[in-house]
């Protein structure tokens, strides 16, 4: 049958026979494609995985002229360059789709969205997290119970928590029991998140215009707490925190309320600082000093009372340390120049300026602690002397790491970093406190 099929073909076409014009353009054409089909097997790139490409390639450098006329005729106008024109979009040269992106490129792209994706979730997470901290930078909230602990700013519970732990160890008597335990948890909770909370609501609540300049995400002055709200707030936490102390003298059967005594001195301290006329806030100095001293000696002061006793030489080596509470609370104030110059209060960046400032605050951090740490080598406590000298050093460090080079920018990263060595450092001495006035009982 294919042989019957052949000779009809072969029939047809000597029948309709093309002139031999026609006929010779055919074979220029063929032998044309012949040699470039030649060209393109010499350049090809060995070895490549084009099997296919490279068979057809072969096939027609292998195509006589003759068979080519022959091709072209019967082809119906379709020449032998379209039927070797590669299939599927391949390239002969190229080796893939043309116009299409490579697959290293694709997963570049994928892994750079991914990158920018995990970095929107981690900087959420973060103002979140800032956010329940009551520190700059965080997120916007309508849940009343995180904007009630925003305003508390839990960031500065933990010196006074930590001072309460230093006036214990001081004291001497402190013993791992249930019942010191508990006394110190209550003494911490008063100091911490109760004072520290009334103290920190209302200096925002007087301060709701200055915030206003400065930090306008704050809850009171972007309005995401009513002003109702904020005054329930203050004075729930004062009296819990006098309820507390009140507590504490009765479960310390002490004669004299010193812890009632020592708290209604504090709160009234925190009120001046914050509230007109008085308001210490603007009195430069003063006013820094005063925060300072509430920070270190006042929870100092409480925790040793409630283990032992007061004596005036601990609370003059504490009234001193609270220099360096001065430098912390000069700290605080470099992100709010621009608010307190324009409500007129004259802080410690205001008055002497930026460069001035930032060297008052170091200086006053650093020269408080080598002072104490010489005072304790000179009560014999050389030991606790070496261990305060050696949590100084990191905190020079980040100051000329972060806070010097730029203090506005850089007051958290400076604080985050330096703070824990500094709250170290009051333990210690608080530590080498306690030995001593044990080394004076035996």
């Not at 729930?236 to 507390?244: D, H, I, Q, R």
């Not at 920018?409 to 333990?427: E, H, I, R, T």
Request: glycine share 10%.
């Amino acid at each position: 049958r294919s042989a019957v099929m052949f000779r009809h073909l072969e029939s047809c076409s000597h029948r309709h026979a093309r002139p031999a014009t026609e006929q010779r353009t055919g074979n220029m054409a063929a032998m044309s494609l012949a040699s470039s089909a030649h060209a393109l097997k010499l350049t090809a790139r060995p070895p490549v995985a084009h099997a296919r490409s490279a068979r057809v390639v072969r096939a027609a450098s292998a195509v006589k002229p003759a068979s080519s006329a022959g091709v072209v005729g019967l082809g119906g106008g379709v020449s032998l360059c379209h039927q070797l024109r590669p299939t599927s979009g391949v390239t002969m040269s190229a080796g893939r789709p043309a116009g299409s992106p490579s697959r290293a490129s694709s997963l570049r792209i994928r892994a750079m969205a991914e990158e920018a994706a995990n970095k929107k979730n981690e900087d959420e997470k973060g103002a979140g997290i800032k956010q329940l901290l009551g520190v700059r930078g965080g997120s916007q909230t309508d849940n009343i119970w995180k904007i009630r602990l925003q305003l508390t700013k839990p960031v500065t519970w933990v010196p006074l928590i930590w001072g309460v732990m230093c006036g214990a160890a001081a004291s001497g008597h402190y013993t791992w029991t249930f019942d010191n335990v508990g006394k110190a948890l209550l003494c911490m909770v008063m100091s911490g998140p109760l004072l520290t909370g009334y103290t920190q609501t209302i200096n925002d609540w007087y301060d709701r215009e200055i915030d206003a300049i400065n930090e306008p995400n704050r809850p009171i002055p972007s309005g995401a707490i009513s002003e109702f709200d904020v005054q329930v707030q203050i004075y729930v936490l004062l009296f819990s925190g006098w309820a507390a102390a009140v507590t504490l003298d009765t479960w310390c059967e002490h004669d004299f309320p010193i812890v009632t005594i020592l708290v209604l001195f504090g709160s009234w301290i925190s009120y001046i600082y914050s509230a007109p006329p008085l308001k210490l806030k603007q009195e430069g100095w003063r006013g820094n000093y005063a925060l300072g001293a509430s920070y270190i000696a006042l929870p100092w002061w409480a925790g040793q009372a409630v283990f032992g006793e007061l004596s005036l030489d601990v609370m003059v080596l504490t009234v001193l340390y609270s220099i360096a509470g001065l430098g912390i609370a000069i700290v605080n104030d470099f992100k709010s120049i621009e608010g307190d110059r324009q409500c007129g209060l004259m802080s410690l960046p205001v008055a002497f300026g930026i460069e001035k400032a930032k060297w008052i605050c170091v200086g006053s951090i650093d020269a408080t602690q080598l002072a104490v740490a010489g005072y304790l080598r000179l009560i014999g406590e050389v030991g606790y002397s070496n261990m305060l000298l050696a949590l100084i050093f990191p905190q020079i460090f980040f100051q000329f790491k972060f806070f010097l080079p730029d203090p506005i920018k850089n007051d958290v990263k400076y604080q985050a970093s330096a703070q824990p060595f500094l709250v170290f450092g009051l333990l210690t001495t608080g530590l080498a406190w306690g030995h001593h006035i044990n080394s004076i009982g035996a």
